[in-house]
């Protein structure tokens, strides 16, 4: 007789099972031909697609600064130094960490990667009598660093999305009976590109003197905020109990996390005893070149400019989405926007219909969202222009009503998927019956 599956084996054979077809179809597990990337595009199967996958906002990972400070760090230092913190950091570190400090007006530390950096910083923050409340939408990196806790028997639980009055629940019960109790959430949240409502989260910490708060911004990093600080820093100044995470592998245009300390006891206390601070290796020359570079690109003016010209491109991608009644989920002012699809079945049809037309786009499919709430992920950056983004829209404006139909579903189903209002475009009808007309003149004569 068979024996039952745990969870956590039925769990790998999903997302096994997933992948699997995903990549038999072409569309996931790819690997680009380019023999040099313009940012814009990615060429797969021969065939050169405009790339909306990437994270990299600002695309600062092909400015000459950035390459120039990579090449000349590996000319000084070699391609790698290979030291534990805990003992030697190459020279570079503390030059890095100075100006990102610059940024943040607070010590901070380095680390490989945010992964690397969650499983330092969490187990050493939150005490044995702590109390730790997950936003049920956290990114993973925090959920595997979080496991640590369990391990101790430190009270664990998740709420509702974003939702402040739960949080405010269990505080007046968890407050009462644990030192400390932690909420951890994300600035910008990686799949939707909503955001934490940092000023309500400001306003519990104020409320509640045991209440702190845990915040991974990588996605908000560079294209908000004063000086490119994230998301979390444009809503105004760092309160003092806030942990603050981000990450350098997005709009940075580097590689590494960045951990943001209220002082610098903490500070020291994380370094010494954080395990991935002693156990893992560090950035390497490369990356360390690349980061001081953007780091002083973030400490310029040009800064304020970039983050314009992405603002231009997110209102832009909000008003057109909108015009072509296309079900943006969460329209929110970030540069991440997801399309809701509804079944996987119309996912995978519309990914392959995009493709077929030039664009790539993120399948976010089961189990990485539930069953019924497949999606677009499409990422926008600088190296977009209007017109691209206008093309893409166009595209799924016409694609879907088709892709929709071929699985035997319909507008409605994805409207109940994701608990949305239907709203009809008072233009949506005109651009149907000639869908080449381009959004970027409709928008201009409003």
């Known amino acids: 007789m068979e024996l039952l599956k745990s969870k956590h084996e039925a769990t790998l054979d999903i997302v096994n099972n997933v992948l699997t077809g995903t990549a038999q179809m072409g569309i996931t597990h790819l690997t680009t031909e380019d023999e040099q990337l313009d940012g814009r595009h990615i060429r797969l199967n021969g065939k050169d697609l405009l790339n909306f996958g990437s994270c990299s906002y600002l695309g600062l990972e092909l400015d000459e600064r950035l390459k120039s400070g990579a090449i000349d760090a590996i000319m000084r230092y070699g391609t790698q130094f290979s030291t534990s913190r805990a003992y030697v950091s190459i020279t570079p570190y503390r030059e890095a960490e100075e100006l990102l400090e610059k940024i943040y007006n607070r010590p901070v530390i380095l680390a490989p990667t945010v992964t690397l950096g969650h499983s330092s910083n969490i187990p050493v923050l939150v005490g044995d009598n702590d109390a730790a409340i997950l936003d049920i939408q956290v990114h993973n990196s925090v959920n595997n ?27 007046n019960e968890l407050c009462a009976k644990h030192d400390k109790v932690w909420y951890f959430a994300d600035g910008i949240y990686s799949m939707y590109g909503d955001a934490a409502p940092i000023k309500e989260l400001y306003a519990l910490l104020d409320k509640y003197e045991n209440f702190y708060l845990y915040v991974d911004d990588a996605h908000g990093m560079s294209w908000a905020g004063p000086k490119g600080g994230g998301y979390v820093a444009s809503q105004g100044p760092l309160h003092p109990k806030l942990y603050l995470v981000t990450g350098l592998a997005k709009s940075f245009g580097a590689a590494g996390g960045v951990l943001i300390f209220p002082n610098e006891e903490i500070r020291r206390r994380v370094r010494n005893c954080g395990g991935t601070m002693i156990f893992s290796g560090p950035l390497q020359p490369a990356n360390l070149g690349a980061i001081i570079a953007s780091a002083k690109l973030h400490l310029s003016d040009e800064i304020n400019t970039l983050q314009d010209q992405m603002q231009k491109r997110m209102r832009f991608f909000n008003a057109t989405a909108k015009l072509y009644n296309i079900p943006i989920i969460n329209a929110t002012d970030s540069p991440i926007f997801f399309v809701g699809v509804g079944k996987p079945e119309v996912g995978y049809n519309m990914v392959s219909r995009l493709m077929k037309e030039g664009y790539y786009v993120n399948l976010s499919v089961f189990p990485s969202v539930s069953y019924n709430q497949t999606g677009l992920r499409m990422p926008i950056t600088l190296h977009h222009t209007l017109e691209d983004i206008d093309g893409l829209l166009r595209c799924i404006a016409k694609n879907l009503p088709i892709a929709l139909r071929e699985e035997n579903s319909y507008m409605e189903d994805i409207y109940k998927a994701f608990k949305m209002k239907k709203a009809i475009s008072t233009n949506y009808l005109n651009i149907i019956r000639d869908i080449r007309q381009p959004a970027v003149s409709l928008i201009a004569k409003r």
């Open 145 to 171: 660093a979080c496991k640590d806790l369990k391990a101790r028997n430190i009270k664990m639980e998740s709420i509702r999305h974003n939702r402040m009055d739960l949080l405010e629940d269990r505080l």
